[in-house]
């Protein structure tokens, strides 16, 4: 289908919320530091089996300065990575550097999606989805 065969007027821009769920995923190129903290590590992956491959989730690994749980997280994602045939992380390597290696994006992992709810700048109650860090596993156990 070509964009010029799509009414865009007739169409909603509100998008169903990935259900809470175990998914396999794949790892997005784009990885980067956060914007307004710049220790978070902020990722995106994509569902690739199932009936919502295509979608994508964002979750994000928070400053290891304030939460020190974090750099332990980021490993299991990488083991995770590793074990589905990603390269392994260089010593003393930038994680970011890492995350966006044509080696390592794309590669399968599992992880449940959760939904958590936030007060919003507005102060509005939202909810967004995102992993649970600590049960990120590999596709092959």
């Given at each position: 289908?070509?964009?010029?065969?799509?009414?865009?007027?007739?169409?909603?821009?509100?998008?169903?919320?990935?259900?809470?769920?175990?998914?396999?995923?794949?790892?997005?190129?784009?990885?980067?530091?956060?914007?307004?903290?710049?220790?978070?590590?902020?990722?995106?992956?994509?569902?690739?089996?199932?009936?919502?491959?295509?979608?994508?989730?964002?979750?994000?690994?928070?400053?290891?300065?304030?939460?020190?749980?974090?750099?332990?997280?980021?490993?299991?994602?990488?083991?995770?990575?590793?074990?589905?045939?990603?390269?392994?992380?260089?010593?003393?390597?930038?994680?970011?550097?890492?995350?966006?290696?044509?080696?390592?994006?794309?590669?399968?992992?599992?992880?449940?999606?959760?939904?958590?709810?936030?007060?919003?700048?507005?102060?509005?109650?939202?909810?967004?989805?995102?992993?649970?860090l600590f049960k990120v596993r590999p596709v092959t156990q």
């Amino acid at each position: 289908m070509a964009w010029a065969e799509i009414n865009i007027s007739g169409i909603s821009d509100e998008m169903e919320q990935l259900p809470e769920g175990s998914y396999v995923l794949a790892l997005l190129n784009g990885a980067k530091f956060g914007q307004w903290d710049k220790n978070k590590i902020e990722l995106a992956a994509k569902v690739v089996e199932g009936e919502y491959t295509g979608r994508v989730v964002y979750f994000s690994y928070p400053d290891p300065g304030t939460k020190d749980w974090s750099p332990a997280a980021l490993k299991r994602l990488i083991n995770a990575l590793v074990a589905d045939g990603a390269d392994p992380i260089a010593d003393n390597q930038d994680p970011i550097e890492y995350l966006n290696q044509e080696t390592v994006v794309s590669h399968k992992f599992i992880a449940p999606v959760v939904a958590q709810t936030y007060t919003g700048q507005d102060g509005e109650e939202k909810t967004k989805v995102t992993i649970k860090l600590f049960k990120v596993r590999p596709v092959t156990q």
